[in-house]
């Protein structure tokens, strides 16, 4: 994933900044260095090719 992340120069993570940048293009400064691999969750989608819907809130009025 080489595309700019625009939240990062707009919250100012500068953990998260491309290291080595020093310039002040926000197109350039939320570049990332991320990991060949990640490990987490992996969501499964259903057979019918879209996940479950999720349950609806009613209100009474």
């Known amino acids: 994933m080489a595309v700019s992340e625009p939240l990062i120069a707009e919250y100012e993570m ?3 900044y491309t290291p080595g940048y020093t310039g002040t293009d926000p ?3 939320g570049i990332p260095l991320l ?3 990640y490990r987490g969750l992996l969501r499964i989608v259903s057979l019918g ?4 819907p999720a ?3 009613s209100t009474d009025d």
């Open 14 to 16: 500068k953990d998260w």
């Open 27 to 29: 197109a350039r400064l």
């Open 35 to 37: 990991k060949p691999n």
């Open 49 to 52: 090719g879209t996940a479950a």
């Open 55 to 57: 349950a609806s809130a």
